[in-house]
């Protein structure tokens, strides 16, 4: 596969001082790639430097060979972008919101409409294409913003926690077209949910306090943590107990008490049974390593 974006020993600090990235270094060709991280981790960061809105303070990024702090261009006329507090104008209808930035970003007017239309196509927005932002629920506005990232039919798609704010069901829409959209592109996606990239994500890249942890298939990541997962039987009076001792993956209510998931180096009780870890699992014993490791 063909690298297009790689990134050398990048770092990222604020005026105040602060290391928000430090050190990293990845390839990355066409296919999903999750960037998972918690709160704080430095992935809206990273996704500034990458879409060329703020400069790596060090190490460097280049686009198909071009270094995007010298030639931000070379990336810019290939990227679409959705920020994390990506806002819309309630009293455009989807229609003339996207003409607008489509003028916006200088898309030759000709053929504009034409791709308006295609891009609110893409994203299933066509039936509500000339009703007011307004009225959108969440996830169409989500949508509206992908439609807008894809006017300029990016090859670099940078989605930075998309489907915060979304209900289930729209999550699981939009995760879907994001993977449709990944067939001709490279589409970073930043999230800090588990199940956001697990169905699509052929690559991870996992970020904690600025550094990567991780880049790799996600079978390698749940290989990491091959004996490390249990379920156990507990009453749900223990469950404050058994957070407080452990990392859960997950809790569910049983007729006869709690089922919890956890990660630990070793059984954290007799009566719990080995299982094999998934994805959730696995990135919670990364991310317990790692704090262990600190
Ligand atoms: N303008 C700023 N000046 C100083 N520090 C900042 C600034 N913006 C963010 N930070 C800090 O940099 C670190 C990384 O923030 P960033 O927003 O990139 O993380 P994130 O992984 O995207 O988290 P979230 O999911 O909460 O957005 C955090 O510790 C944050 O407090």
Redesign the pocket.
């Known amino acids: 596969m063909a690298c297009e974006l790689a990134l050398e020993g990048v770092g990222f600090r604020?005026?105040?001082g602060?290391d928000?990235?430090s050190d990293v270094g990845l390839s990355l060709g066409p296919g999903i790639v999750g960037l998972l991280?918690?709160?704080?981790?430095?992935?809206?960061?990273?996704?500034r430097v990458l879409a060329t809105l703020a400069k790596a303070t060090t190490g460097r990024v280049t686009w198909r060979g071009e270094d995007i702090a010298r030639k931000p261009d070379a990336l810019r006329n290939e990227l679409g972008y959705l920020p994390?507090d990506f806002g819309v104008y309630e009293a455009l209808s989807a229609r003339e919101f996207l003409q607008f930035l489509a003028a916006v970003k200088g898309l030759p007017a000709r053929g504009v409409a034409d791709r308006v239309d295609a891009c609110l196509d893409m994203v299933g927005l066509h039936d509500a294409a000339d009703r007011r932002l307004g009225t959108f629920s969440g996830g169409m506005r989500q949508r509206v913003g992908i439609a807008q990232a894809l006017l300029n039919d990016p090859a670099l798609l940078i989605v930075?926690?998309p489907t915060v704010g979304l209900d289930p069901e729209e999550r699981v829409r939009f995760r879907h077209l994001l993977a449709e959209l990944s067939a001709q592109r490279l589409v970073i996606l930043?999230t800090?949910i588990v199940s956001d990239i697990e169905a699509s994500a052929g690559e991870l890249a996992v970020?904690t306090g600025?550094r990567l942890r991780f880049h790799g298939a996600p079978e390698a990541l749940i290989a990491q943590a091959e004996g490390h997962a249990w379920s156990w039987r507990i009453a749900p009076s223990q469950l404050a107990d058994v957070r407080a001792k452990h990392r859960i993956s997950r809790a569910q209510r049983r007729p006869d008490g709690m089922e919890v998931r956890v990660v630990a180096d070793s059984s954290p009780s007799a009566d719990a049974v080995p299982v094999s870890p998934d994805l959730e699992d696995a990135y919670l014993w990364l991310l317990q390593r790692n704090e262990a490791a600190a």
Do not use: F
């Open positions: 604020y005026r105040n602060h928000a990235v991280g918690p709160n704080g981790a430095g992935k809206s960061t990273l996704m994390q930075d926690e930043s800090h970020l600025g």
